[in-house]
Nanobody, 122 residues
Framework: QVQLVESGGGLVQAGGSLRLSCEASGRTFSTFPMGWFRQAPGAEREFVAAITWRGDRTHYAGAAEGRFTISRDNTKRTVYLQMQDLQPADTAVYLC???????????????WGQGTQVTVSS
């Protein structure tokens, strides 16, 4: 069993940066690939980025490529999402997830956090 708690969201102006954190509890955290998703009001959950359990490979959605960086520190049981050059279109609840079931981009993950709100003003 894995519990996930996100933090680091907030209000930022366009062009600004935020770093999200996702802290996990549970003995098997370090063996799971991890992902970040986001969901805007009235929209479907959208893949943002994912990382292998070792942290040696990452994958990004097109909208995140070049602006967002996913990383993890297994000793701290934490996954990060560094976001730069944020735009109003990035406004959403950002959720971390563990243990993808059918591929990184499919939101069929075994465990989810509650999410953290990111709001980007123009």
């Amino acid at each position: 069993q894995v519990q996930l708690v996100e933090s680091g969201g907030g209000l930022v102006q366009a062009g600004g940066s935020l770093r999200l954190s996702c802290e996990a509890s549970g003995r098997t955290f370090s063996t799971f690939p991890m992902g970040w998703f986001r969901q805007a009001p009235g929209a479907e959950r959208e893949f943002v980025a994912a990382i292998t359990w070792r942290g040696d490979r990452t994958h990004y959605a097109g909208a995140a490529e070049g602006r967002f960086t996913i990383s993890r520190d297994n000793t701290k049981r934490t996954v990060y999402l560094q976001m730069q050059d944020l735009q109003p279109a990035d406004t959403a609840v950002y959720l971390c997830a563990a243990d993808p079931q059918t591929g990184w981009e499919n939101p069929a993950y075994g465990y989810w956090g509650q999410g953290t709100q990111v709001t980007v003003s123009s």
